[in-house]
């Protein structure tokens, strides 16, 4: 979960670099570079970019009592199926869960696979998924390097509001959901005469 640093610049997409907080999927690379504190980029939320610098004085605040913030032992299991889906939400699913699995360099190319897909055929994903989610960081433990002169209604200077975003992004992660996720795509050619209703409880019986 990242919460948002209030940021406002007109060369970002004003709706996702200030909203309060988003809840996103991070995996590949970007994983290893992800710490209690650091700034993501929310201006595409299905890529979150990492920031070069840190806006806060330690990497991985603690608690305010100082103790090191625990990950909790208590898993939890959820199966969910994506039915029924429009061509984007299809392809929103499958490049947030599935993007590295299908090589899409772009949503637009994985919204061009789920027309293509759904023109022939029935499609059902299940993603099946166990977590955990730490302690988030307490808005008191939070020592910043300098005061965010960005945030101030002061700075109208949209270059100063694009170099803050582009030194330590637009949110910081509050909390890490820690886990895995799996995603499965089934598809089914279309029965003789239209669209069939075998495969979504053919395809959920596999996960029950």
Same mark, same amino acid.
Request: with cysteine; glycine share 8%.
């Given at each position: 979960?990242?919460?948002?640093?209030?940021?406002?610049?007109?060369?970002?997409?004003?709706?996702?670099?200030?909203?309060?907080?988003?809840?996103?999927?991070?995996?590949?690379?970007?994983?290893?570079?992800?710490?209690?504190?650091?700034?993501?980029?929310?201006?595409?939320?299905?890529?979150?970019?990492?920031?070069?610098?840190?806006?806060?004085?330690?990497?991985?605040?603690?608690?305010?009592?100082?103790?090191?913030?625990?990950?909790?032992?208590?898993?939890?299991?959820?199966?969910? +199926? @994506? *039915? &029924?889906?429009?061509?984007?939400?299809?392809?929103?699913?499958? =490049?947030?869960?599935?993007? !590295?699995?299908? $090589?899409?360099?772009?949503?637009?190319?994985?919204?061009?696979?789920?027309?293509?897909?759904?023109?022939?055929?029935?499609?059902?994903?299940?993603?099946?998924?166990?977590?955990?989610?730490?302690?988030?960081?307490?808005?008191?433990?939070?020592?910043?390097?300098?005061?965010?002169?960005?945030?101030?209604?002061?700075?109208?200077?949209?270059?100063?509001?694009?170099? +803050? @975003? *582009? &030194?330590?992004?637009?949110?910081?992660?509050?909390?890490?959901? =820690?886990?895995?996720?799996? !995603?499965?795509? $089934?598809?089914?050619?279309?029965?003789?005469?239209?669209?069939?209703?075998?495969?979504?409880?053919?395809?959920?019986?596999?996960?029950?």
């Amino acid at each position: 979960m990242t919460h948002g640093l209030d940021n406002s610049s007109h060369a970002y997409d004003m709706y996702n670099i200030t909203k309060p907080e988003h809840v996103v999927s991070i995996s590949g690379d970007v994983v290893s570079n992800i710490a209690l504190g650091t700034g993501l980029d929310m201006d595409d939320p299905l890529k979150p970019m990492p920031a070069p610098l840190s806006p806060f004085l330690v990497g991985q605040p603690t608690v305010v009592d100082g103790s090191p913030i625990d990950i909790p032992s208590i898993l939890s299991s959820q199966t969910s +199926f @994506i *039915e &029924d889906a429009s061509d984007y939400e299809l392809a929103t699913t499958l =490049y947030a869960n599935m993007g !590295a699995s299908f $090589g899409f360099a772009s949503l637009s190319a994985a919204c061009s696979y789920s027309r293509t897909v759904q023109q022939k055929s029935d499609a059902i994903v299940a993603l099946i998924s166990q977590t955990t989610t730490g302690e988030p960081i307490p808005v008191s433990s939070i020592n910043w390097r300098a005061p965010p002169n960005a945030e101030s209604d002061a700075v109208q200077d949209s270059d100063r509001l694009a170099q +803050f @975003i *582009e &030194d330590y992004r637009s949110h910081y992660v509050q909390a890490i959901t =820690y886990g895995y996720r799996i !995603a499965v795509l $089934g598809t089914i050619r279309f029965q003789k005469g239209g669209r069939g209703s075998v495969l979504p409880s053919s395809f959920q019986g596999f996960f029950w």
